[in-house]
């Protein structure tokens, strides 16, 4: 089945507590980004990767971490977490910069 | 003024009922525009491409309107399982990074 997975899928944490968000995906696709969703906000990207090794920012990229070491990887990485970064995360993939599969969602609280 | 900016809603309507949805864009160089459905705390999933001459699937209806910017849903027959939120995504020529309407809200009812 194809698919986008993410994990953790639910996150409580506390401020300063290095983090990382596994996504993976098992369409060969070579287009993958990192978005969150906060209430009146909608989704906003994070950071994509093109192919593996080619990473570059999306909107709001500040606090945040990714590689691409893998084509079918692509973590997130939050190196010291804090409040503002609570929020509803999605990992995405593409075989053209367009058509995104999303995955699951991980819901993360930072205290 | 907002990128891309959709009417929240909720649209209530009745099962049977047609209801369509407009966004519009600010940047005249977009490219890619798309619909995606979201369900309450679920993933969003691509409803359907929107392209220049407009695109029908079944039951729903996109048009792209590049004159005044703006795209539209047109959903038919309105079934309670169409209750979600209906985002509306826009790509410029030559970006990487896709720019997401709010959302429209739509509750089909009995």
């Known amino acids: 089945e194809a698919q986008v997975t993410q994990n953790p899928r639910y996150l409580i944490t506390v401020t300063g507590k290095k983090l990382t968000v596994t996504c993976s995906q098992n369409?060969?696709?070579?287009?993958m980004s990192w978005y969150r969703q906060d209430p009146g906000l909608g989704l906003r990207q994070i950071y994509y990767?093109?192919?593996?090794?080619?990473?570059d920012k999306g909107d709001v990229p500040e606090g945040y971490k990714v590689s691409r070491k893998e084509k079918r990887n692509f973590p997130l990485i939050l190196e010291s977490p804090s409040p503002n970064q609570t929020s509803l995360y999605f990992c995405?993939?593409?075989?053209?910069?367009?058509?995104?599969?999303f995955g699951p969602g991980t819901r993360l609280t930072v205290l | 003024r907002k990128e891309v900016e959709q009417d929240p809603g909720p649209f209530n309507v009745p099962e049977g009922a047609t209801v369509a949805f407009n966004c519009t864009y600010s940047n005249s160089a977009s490219q890619s525009f798309f619909w995606y459905r979201q369900d309450c705390r679920k993933e969003p999933k691509l409803l359907m491409s929107v392209y220049s001459s407009g695109n029908e699937d079944g039951r729903f209806t996109a048009q792209l309107n590049r004159a005044s910017q703006y795209i539209s849903l047109l959903i038919r027959d309105s079934k309670l399982s169409d209750s979600a939120t209906y985002l509306c995504v826009v790509r410029g020529g030559g970006s990487y990074i896709p720019t997401f309407g709010r959302g429209t809200s739509l509750i089909v009812h009995p």
């Open positions: 369409m060969n696709h070579e287009y």
């Open positions: 990767s093109m192919n593996v090794e080619v990473t």
């Open positions: 995405a993939s593409s075989r053209t910069r367009d058509e995104q599969f």
